[in-house]
């Protein structure tokens, strides 16, 4: 039987959420301006699907602020106490994408807002497409060995925008040179679906993370091993 670690250093730690600071700042400033873009784009273009994007930006940023006010305080028992209402947020977050997402799709799907050929729209989708898996990528490898399961949550919320961002590129793409304006709804609906399902693993607080404080000693000397979400063993939030 031998020792784990439980967890990263305290110095580790501020690094870690200053890293996380500085990569929602980041999406924030990014998500800003697709949002303007998008909506701007979408409004010239009537296009319903590029207004949905933008709007997706907004709850994007929300979402990201709530790790920004969490990650503000400079003390760990801080932040670890205001996870929850974090993961609360985040949570709102993801039901109101999958919400709107809903209504857009059906919308487009019924010919009441189908999306209209834009190249600015397709240049937006194609950049998120490229940056956000990055950060995305970043964010949840910082919160998993943090051990934030908000920072994680978040992190999907930002790749759950990638996977929109690549629906919007088909769709418009499709609709603009073969009129497959049913393309984009449909692969929406399928991301409804995932952005309920991360909201209730948000709400009840399931993510990965590096072992807890209360981890016990005992372990196999495997200790690399890591499960299908990528977890150590010991963790306690991916139950």
């Known amino acids: 039987m031998t020792a784990i670690s439980l ?12 890293r996380i600071r500085l990569l929602v700042a980041a999406t924030i400033t990014y998500n800003v301006i697709e949002a303007a873009v998008a909506i701007t784009a979408g409004t010239i273009a009537s296009s319903t699907a590029l207004v949905g ?5 907004v709850i994007e940023v929300s979402s990201a602020a709530a ?21 609360r947020i985040i949570a709102v977050s993801f039901f109101a994408l999958a919400a709107y997402v ?39 490898r910082a919160g998993r060995e943090l051990g934030s399961a908000s920072a994680v949550a978040d992190s999907k919320q930002t790749l ?23 393309a984009d709804p449909i692969a929406a609906l399928v991301i409804a679906a995932i952005a309920v399902k991360e909201g209730r693993d948000a709400w009840q607080g399931k993510g990965c993370c590096a072992p807890s404080a209360h981890s016990v000693a005992a372990m196999p000397s495997s200790g690399d091993e890591t499960d299908a979400c990528g977890c150590r063993p010991g963790c306690t939030c991916c139950s």
């Open 7 to 18: 967890g990263p250093s305290p110095a580790r730690r501020d690094a870690l959420a200053k």
């Open 53 to 57: 994007f933008g709007l997706d930006s």
């Open 67 to 87: 790790v920004a006010w969490q990650f503000s305080a400079r003390d760990h028992g801080v932040r670890e106490a205001r996870e929850k209402t974090t993961l």
């Open 102 to 140: 809903t209504l857009d799709a059906v919308r487009a799907l019924t010919g009441t807002g189908e999306a209209d050929r834009s190249v600015p729209g397709i240049v937006i989708a194609a950049l998120s497409l490229a940056i956000m898996p990055f950060l995305s990528a970043a964010q949840r």
């Open 160 to 182: 759950l925008c990638t996977y929109l961002s690549a629906v919007l590129l088909i769709g418009l793409v499709l609709n603009a040179t073969l009129g497959w304006s049913w």
